[in-house]
């Protein structure tokens, strides 16, 4: 059961333009959920999170927005710069349980 | 403060080899858990230590285990390798306690490769 969905393995964007990255989920008990970035040979680290009881969250470059009635999230970048190229895991926090997804691979193209 | 660390950073075992890796966390953490990243399959949950005590654990079979000691440092063993094993093993600290917003911190991995 994956309860923790990014159905975009990958994603190609050009310098300047918005990047949306999808995540879905099908458990609704959650506290957050929160975004990390990962470069290779390192680890996650972590970007943006939304609580329960919000339906966005910003900051600066990156905005998360939540539809629970649809259970989806979206990560929204702009403008998007090569730097950002990475991959990107939406994960679900209920108390100290978390549930990842299987990531989506940004690509900001020069 | 000094972030998750991970030893080994990388490392090449054979079939049937066991292995064991270390986490040291941030300082006033008392949670640690492993993740397993393999491609196309994200971050997949080992298990959660939480003050010397396993407090969750993922869909794994017995071959994996762990430990945390008094100060919080953690190890993970795995025995018996299969090449399926081959993977990069990420370890997470937190406070453990309460929720602010749920962040781990990780540390770099430690890449496994089973020949």
């Known amino acids: 059961d994956q309860q923790v969905k990014q159905n975009s393995p990958s994603l190609s964007v050009q310098e300047g333009r918005i990047s949306i990255l999808n995540c879905d989920y099908t458990?609704?008990?959650?506290?957050?959920f929160l975004w990390y970035k990962k470069y290779p040979a390192e680890g996650p680290t972590f970007l943006i999170s939304?609580?329960?009881?919000?339906d966005k969250n910003e900051d600066g470059r990156f905005t998360v927005f939540l539809n629970k009635s649809a259970k989806h999230l979206s990560l929204h970048i702009v403008p998007s710069q090569p730097g950002d190229s990475a991959v990107y895991f939406c994960s679900r926090s209920y108390g100290q349980n978390f549930v990842f997804g299987p990531g989506t691979r940004l690509s900001v193209l020069p | 403060k000094a972030g998750v660390t991970q030893t080994p950073r990388y490392l090449i075992k054979t079939r049937g080899q066991q292995v064991t890796l270390s986490c040291s966390p941030i300082?006033?953490?008392?949670?640690v858990s492993w993740y397993q990243q393999t491609p196309g399959q994200g971050l997949q949950f080992l298990f959660e230590y939480f003050s010397e005590t396993q407090r969750n654990k993922g869909n794994f079979p017995g071959r994996f285990s762990g430990r945390q000691f008094s100060n919080s440092r953690s190890e993970m063993n795995v025995s018996t390798l299969e090449l399926g094993d081959s993977a990069l093993y990420l370890c997470?600290?937190?406070?453990?306690?309460?929720?602010?917003?749920?962040?781990?911190?990780f540390g770099e991995g430690s890449r496994l490769t089973v020949l």
């Open positions: 458990n609704s008990m959650f506290d957050y």
């Open positions: 997470a600290s937190s406070l453990g306690t309460g929720s602010n917003t749920g962040e781990l911190f």
């Open positions: 939304i609580s329960s009881i919000k």
């Open positions: 300082s006033g953490h008392r949670s």
